[in-house]
């Protein structure tokens, strides 16, 4: 009976810290200075958006832009709308933590509005 041989990476390759590629999973955090995986995603996204219509973009396409694997984005979002959305979602925070008082005082002014009609 043949036995199968497990192929190990080469001394050369483990010396050097090379990566047979792309990490499928979260794993862990960003080290500082780095951009996250999901950050990569939306980015990769957002630009693909800038040059076609959301329903031409496929997990593959953003998936090679982020250097990412294409099941990691479907597990992280779902769909693209998902993305979308998340790029979104970090823009509202954004601007939220910003404390922009110009933007304090007009959510101020628009406090409730009244319909004339409306019993009080």
Not at 23 to 47: L, Y
């Amino acid at each position: 009976m043949a036995r199968k041989s497990r192929s190990k990476p080469s001394a050369r390759s483990a010396a050097s810290g090379a990566s047979p590629g792309p990490s499928p999973g979260p794993g862990p955090g960003p080290k500082s200075g780095q951009v996250s995986e999901r950050e990569r995603i939306i980015e990769s996204f957002m630009g693909l958006l800038a040059e076609k219509p959301i329903e031409e973009i496929g997990f593959a396409e953003i998936a090679k832009g982020a250097g990412v694997f294409a099941r990691g984005i479907t597990r992280m979002f779902g769909s693209t709308l998902a993305i979308l959305a998340a790029h979104v979602k970090e823009i509202d925070r954004q601007v939220l933590a910003g404390g922009d008082a110009d933007m304090a005082e007009e959510i101020a002014a628009r406090a409730p509005i009244r319909c004339a009609d409306a019993p009080n």
